[in-house]
């Protein structure tokens, strides 16, 4: 149980363009999902928090324009990467949790952006 | 500044010793801590959670020990196997309660040789 997936796993796109990555819970509903990136050999950083239903919460730094996000459903979230640059090239990870007393959080197996 | 560490870069263990990973903080007081076992290219994949008022969890060969005193988290793999070979990460979260994003260590990439 507790499965979370990501489509697409990987994505090549030109600079200027706009990539969405989407994220869904396919056997539990998602109180809150969570987007993360993560550089090569670095931790995962947390972009954003989302509850359905309601606008997401970004961390600092993050351009909450660039990268926009819709939770429109408690299963499905997507990330949208606006005119991307070839800076934004990263590995974005989505996160589940069904809330409850702890953040267990289940992790979607991850989408691999490059951009050229 | 709040900052979570995680002992190396890389362990390297002999097939069937036990592997003992460990995760300093910082500026933190955790509800709970959490080990995540990532493959390459992979998300990571949920292991054991710790709850502040516990000093020891285990499932099956892990065990993870939690001391806010020392404010430090050991994981240990027993008899070890080249199939545990992968980047193990520690995460904290610190909102005392309720969902919220994790903060987590760069990993500890664990190979095990047979």
């Known amino acids: 149980g507790a499965v979370v997936s990501q489509h697409p796993s990987r994505v090549i796109c030109k600079s200027g363009t706009s990539v969405k990555i989407e994220c869904r819970s396919l056997?539990?509903?998602?109180?809150?999902m969570f987007w993360y990136r993560q550089f090569p050999k670095q931790s995962l950083m947390l972009m954003a928090t989302?509850?359905?239903?309601?606008?997401?919460?970004?961390e600092q730094g993050v351009e909450k324009d660039k990268f926009l996000i819709n939770h429109a459903s408690l299963t499905l979230s997507t990330l949208t990467v606006t005119s991307a640059h070839p800076e934004d090239s990263s590995f974005y990870i989505c996160?589940?949790?069904?809330?409850?007393?702890?953040?267990?959080?289940?992790f979607g197996p991850g989408t691999r952006l490059t951009v050229l | 500044s709040q900052k979570i560490e995680q002992n190396s870069e890389a362990l390297n263990i002999q097939e069937g010793k036990t592997a003992t990973l460990t995760c300093n903080y910082t500026?933190?007081?955790?509800?709970?801590l959490q080990w995540y076992r990532q493959d390459p290219g992979r998300g990571p994949v949920f292991l054991l959670l710790?709850?502040?008022?516990?000093k020891e969890k285990r499932k099956e060969r892990l065990k993870v020990t939690f001391d806010t005193t020392l404010k430090q988290s050991l994981f240990h793999i027993t008899a070890s196997q080249p199939a545990d070979s992968a980047t193990y990460l520690c995460?904290?979260?610190?909102?005392?309660?309720?969902?919220?994003?994790?903060?987590f260590g760069k990993g500890t990439h664990l190979i095990i040789q047979p």
């Open positions: 996160s589940a949790s069904w809330g409850g007393d702890t953040d267990t959080q289940y």
């Open positions: 056997d539990f509903q998602a109180t809150t």
């Open positions: 989302s509850n359905e239903g309601s606008k997401a919460t970004y």
């Open positions: 500026n933190y007081s955790p509800a709970y």
């Open positions: 710790i709850r502040e008022n516990e």
């Open positions: 995460a904290l979260d610190d909102s005392g309660g309720g969902a919220d994003g994790l903060t």
